[in-house]
């Protein structure tokens, strides 16, 4: 016998008026439909619930947290580096560790390989089994031993970007299941509790890594980084199903990849919403969640814009996974109180039915004579309506001058990273603006052959500095007064920064909610205008909490219940640029 505890279903249960449930029996040859007699419920556990085909292996039924090393370190990782952040995560040095927080799960990401020592020139034996950089880890089952013994779990990286594989090798056998299979048996012979399957490679049917593992006796944490390809049901072309709850995998990235500006952050996390709509039908839970990448908390530009940024990945119970570096004692003083927020936290932790989204998002109020917006360069697919695709001037083949759209140049914006923000700025002849399209199509500053222009991930709609390459998003076809990469992406301005997640109002003032237990729901106000504060109303009834008379209100930034209860609307103090505010309503009978 099961007991549901109706109280704990959480704050969509506030109506009584009862509901009758019915046992649902479905098979090949039809389907029967049984009242369940003398049982009945409220609405609210209509839509409670997880995938009902999400990965059957015990993990993930809460948000995982921990830290993962390619936001920190990219290329640059080591054995000794792994080693050291998981020393960190039980430093107790500031009164309370990482671990006791919660964050256990420690991540080494992409470049641990011997790349181009393996099969056809792989990183995988002819048995399928992958081989290791000695030099940077000499010994991987004694770094996940380590991690093991202070308490953590430790995860993985396969079908890695660094050296992406693309080889058929017979001995691989049919489908290269034995790459598959190697994968695998290296996942387990060297400790890991978990693996990030990237999408660069050829090797991305989630399906048969999660049947593997499932054959091989051992259940690890599986995170489906395809950015936003292939989520739970039919979406993947890669992982054909006619299931709808098809999530052979405990959570799966939404988004490309997250960078530390305002812009990727607060695009990345818009496209968790159509996996998990406030009203409709949700796909994500415990067990399979919805994941726009890693946390960029400590190094983003403000204190302002981390705490935002941390609230966001609680609010919609995404995986908090850590990205700053763990040694810094300048970066941890700064975000500890953050990070540690045991309120945050809790709100990530919890699940009473809906894993939390957007309930609006509205443009900022227009100031009196407002400045020139900045205007930022975009990749978007061709649109002959759309005016700032055309109308480009550029040098010829063998010259060098401006890319140029109606009096404005591409400047890039910082001189020494491989991966800059573009922008779009009044033309001055300035040697970050003065460009040279070669003979292969790569557009780049002129005498700086090592950064082009590039679409990022592929699909935009960020365009950024490079390394060249003569991948197709590198490679331009400038055109009449176009300027197109061969993948089909044009080059266009907008007057809001890109971010990951397509033409998303990332300057918006945006409220989230998710449900907590005992009928309280907590709220997150984000105000995405970078000039001016601005206090927001907050509609319970919004939130579907307004059956209820009367709420108190706890301020999870300062950490104390506020002063009056508040029925039908709150509103907000004036919330700076890029802040936010983050309550928890909770029904005053609870008090």
Request: include cysteine; charged fraction near 15%; aromatic fraction near 10%.
């Amino acid at each position: 016998m099961v007991d549901l505890d109706i109280d704990r279903l959480g704050p969509w249960i506030v109506d009584s008026t009862p509901y009758t449930v019915q046992h649902i029996c479905t098979n090949g040859i039809g389907q029967q439909v049984k009242d369940m007699v003398g049982l009945t419920v409220v609405w609210g556990l209509l839509l409670l619930g997880t995938p009902s085909n999400a990965i059957d292996n015990g993990l993930g039924r809460l948000p995982p947290m921990g830290w993962r090393s390619w936001n920190c370190y990219h290329a640059d990782i080591s054995q000794e580096k792994m080693t050291t952040a998981a020393n960190a995560f039980v430093d107790t040095s500031r009164g309370l560790s990482l671990k006791e927080v919660g964050f256990v799960n420690v991540g080494l990401d992409d470049y641990y390989q011997a790349c181009g020592t393996g099969a056809n020139g792989s990183f995988h034996n002819a048995s399928g089994y992958p081989l290791i950089d000695k030099t940077k880890f000499p010994d991987m089952k004694a770094m996940t031993d380590h991690a093991h013994s202070l308490g953590l779990r430790m995860g993985w990286y396969g079908n890695n970007c660094g050296c992406k594989e693309h080889e058929t090798v017979p001995s691989w056998g049919l489908n290269n299941v034995n790459h598959y299979r190697g994968d695998v048996q290296a996942t387990i012979d060297f400790g890991f509790d978990g693996i990030k399957l990237d999408g660069c490679g050829e090797f991305r049917n989630l399906t048969l890594f999660a049947e593997l593992f499932k054959e091989a006796g051992k259940d690890v944490l599986i995170e489906n980084c395809h950015w936003g390809g292939d989520g739970p049901g039919t979406e993947g072309a890669l992982n054909p199903t006619a299931d709808p709850s098809w999530c052979p995998f405990n959570f799966f990235r939404t988004s490309g990849d997250i960078r530390a500006s305002w812009g990727s952050v607060m695009g990345n996390l818009q496209t968790v919403v159509k996996w998990q709509p406030w009203n409709g039908p949700i796909k994500t839970g415990p067990g399979c969640w919805a994941y726009p990448d890693m946390l960029e908390v400590g190094n983003l530009p403000s204190f302002n814009e981390s705490r935002t940024h941390f609230g966001a990945w609680c609010i919609i119970s995404a995986p908090l996974i850590l990205g700053h570096d763990l040694n810094s004692t300048a970066t941890n003083d700064e975000i500890w109180p953050i990070i540690t927020n045991k309120h945050a936290i809790a709100v990530s932790q919890s699940y009473a039915g809906h894993p939390g989204s957007l309930i609006s998002s509205t443009p900022p109020p227009t100031p009196p004579n407002p400045p020139p917006p900045t205007m930022y360069l975009w990749g978007v697919k061709p649109n002959s309506t759309d005016p700032t695709q055309h109308g480009w001037t550029y040098p010829k083949p063998g010259t060098t001058g401006p890319l140029e759209n109606n009096g404005h140049c591409v400047t890039i914006t910082k001189a020494t990273s491989s991966s800059d923000d573009l922008t779009l700025t009044p033309c001055t002849g300035a040697p970050e603006q003065t460009f040279e399209i070669d003979a292969n199509g790569n557009a780049h500053i002129s005498g700086d052959t090592t950064r082009c222009l590039a679409v990022y991930a592929l699909d935009g709609p960020d365009v950024v500095s490079f390394r060249c390459n003569t991948g197709v998003n590198e490679v331009f076809i400038a055109a009449a007064d176009t300027i197109c990469s061969k993948n089909g992406y044009c080059l266009a301005s907008r007057a809001i920064k890109p971010g990951g997640g397509g033409d998303n109002p990332t300057s918006d003032i945006q409220i989230w909610a998710k449900p907590q237990p005992n009928g309280a729901v907590a709220v997150l106000v984000i105000n995405g205008d970078a000039t001016a504060a601005h206090a927001v109303d907050i509609s319970l009834a919004a939130v579907n909490v307004s059956a209820i008379a009367s709420f108190s209100v706890f301020d999870i930034w300062q950490e104390q219940v506020m002063p009056q209860a508040v029925t039908g609307t709150f509103t907000t103090d004036a919330v700076p640029p890029h802040d936010s505010r983050f309550y928890v309503f909770s029904p005053s009978s609870m008090d």
